[in-house]
């Protein structure tokens, strides 16, 4: 039970810090309304089936400076 706890406060940290290096933008809606979100991979495949089958080819997804772009534009920020 404290090893899961710690695990929880320890990814808390990972996510509260902006400095933290980021794998892949997950971008919204369009024109001025659209926002990018900045996530890692790898919590987005372990958390979310949908995730698991998006990222299953991760190296055939199309990246800007390495980092791997998600388009959902077709969803409003507020929504996602």
Not at 34 to 42: C, E, G, I, V, Y
Not at 43 to 62: A, C, D, G, M, P
């Amino acid at each position: 039970m404290f090893l899961l706890k710690d695990f929880s406060r320890d990814i808390g940290k990972l996510l509260e810090n902006s400095r933290n290096t980021h794998d892949i933008i997950i971008r919204v809606g369009e024109g001025t309304s659209q926002k990018d979100f900045r996530a890692h991979s790898l919590i987005l495949r372990v958390r979310s089936r949908y995730f698991q089958n998006e990222l299953t080819n991760i190296e055939k997804l199309y990246k800007e400076n390495g980092i791997i772009v998600f388009d959902k534009r077709n969803y409003s920020p507020k929504i996602f």
